[in-house]
């Protein structure tokens, strides 16, 4: 079975409030790529992924005119993908949900979200102190992560869950001195939805469950400025530094190779410095006992990958369709 995580740039860009694809001339909300560019660099990648299940992060949006369901079943169906179901859990205001396009002869999946006071459901919100002022601070997802159970046709059930975790930029900030404290205060609040996240992997371990994390952490070791301030990145934390520990090799080279060569799975270019940069972002991190059936994990990078360098359709439509690439992971289920 192949599972993948895909952070699909801007993808809502590409539909209208009917769930019609755009697949025009028009501008998409990449840099000088097109809609109709975009769309078709999609639909190459995803067809080539040829993934069971993908877990979409920056899926198209959910609101009161637009639904992630309809726009992604209109995607599959244009492109012909099997993976044409769609699961959904907490919708989310940024324009940016999670979901999960799954290949229904494969896999029956459903959204369990689950909680406790120790980790509350994700779409309510978590209570810590996140300085040294004795007080509790009120944390909330900005996007949900979205809690999968996914039975496949032999009977065996995996939880997944697809995960976005974000520092907000210190906007509306003024002077160096202002834009750290919001910085830092964000950093926080990132931290603290990584501890919630971890909370909840660990009640699931507890109980047993096959599990994967899989998504965005928008953080890594060497990644961020503050990373020195607080000790641990998000990586960290939910891979887990006590007790039962997630792992993926791509979080561990990253951990290990601090002045070495590192896996990357994102490209931006910096239009101040004029430049790309490239981070690892994008991770399936495994319990024990998924770990224990030898998975096979893949970045499909389009200069990092011999296969996707060597074929010139796919290595051109990875870098149109977004500005991250996707990861997945062969295992026997």
């Given amino acids: 079975m192949r599972l993948a995580t895909y952070n699909v740039e801007w993808f809502d860009s590409l539909f209208n409030d009917a769930g019609e694809l755009l697949a025009d001339g028009g501008w998409s909300s990449r840099h000088d790529i097109t809609r109709l560019q975009q769309t078709e660099a999609l639909g190459i990648v995803f067809t080539?992924?040829?993934?069971?299940?993908?877990?979409?992060?920056?899926?198209?949006?959910?609101?009161?005119?637009?639904?992630t369901t309809r726009a992604l079943l209109t995607f599959a169906k244009a492109f012909d993908l099997r993976t044409k179901e769609v699961l959904t859990g907490f919708t989310n205001d940024t324009q940016q949900e999670i979901a999960l396009l799954y290949d229904p002869a494969v896999l029956t999946c459903r959204h369990v979200p689950g909680g406790s006071e120790r980790a509350p459901?994700?779409?309510?919100?978590?209570?810590?102190?996140?300085?040294i002022d004795a007080t509790e601070d009120r944390v909330v997802f900005s996007k949900p992560p979205l809690e999968v159970e996914a039975i496949t046709a032999s009977g065996q059930v995996l939880y997944l869950i697809g995960a976005h975790l974000k520092s907000k930029a210190p906007r509306g900030a003024r002077g160096r001195d202002q834009v750290m404290r919001l910085a830092i205060a964000n950093r926080r609040k990132q931290l603290a939805q990584a501890i919630w996240l971890r909370r909840r992997v660990e009640t699931l371990l507890d109980a047993g469950e096959s599990l994967m994390v899989m998504g965005d952490l928008n953080d890594g070791p060497g990644l961020?400025?503050?990373?020195?301030?607080?000790?641990?990145?998000?990586?960290?934390?939910?891979?887990?530094?006590g007790g039962v520990p997630l792992h993926d090799?791509?979080?561990?080279?990253?951990?290990?190779?601090?002045?070495?060569?590192?896996?990357?799975t994102a490209r931006f270019y910096l239009a101040d410095q004029q430049h790309y940069m490239q981070a690892m972002l994008d991770y399936?991190?495994?319990?024990?006992?998924?770990?224990?059936?030898?998975?096979?994990?893949?970045?499909?990078?389009?200069?990092?990958?011999?296969?996707?360098?060597?074929?010139p359709e796919l290595h051109r439509a990875l870098l149109d369709a977004s500005d991250h690439f996707p990861v997945t992971i062969d295992i026997d289920l």
């Fill in 249 to 264: 090799p791509h979080a561990q080279a990253a951990l290990h190779a601090k002045f070495g060569p590192q896996p990357t």
């Fill in 121 to 131: 459901r994700f779409d309510r919100e978590f209570r810590i102190d996140l300085d």
């Fill in 48 to 67: 080539a992924l040829e993934a069971d299940a993908v877990m979409i992060i920056e899926a198209p949006d959910t609101n009161s005119r637009r639904a």
């Fill in 284 to 311: 399936i991190m495994v319990s024990p006992d998924l770990r224990a059936r030898e998975p096979r994990w893949r970045i499909w990078h389009p200069f990092d990958d011999p296969a996707c360098w060597h074929t």
């Fill in 224 to 241: 961020d400025e503050y990373e020195d301030l607080f000790g641990r990145s998000s990586v960290e934390i939910v891979l887990g530094d």
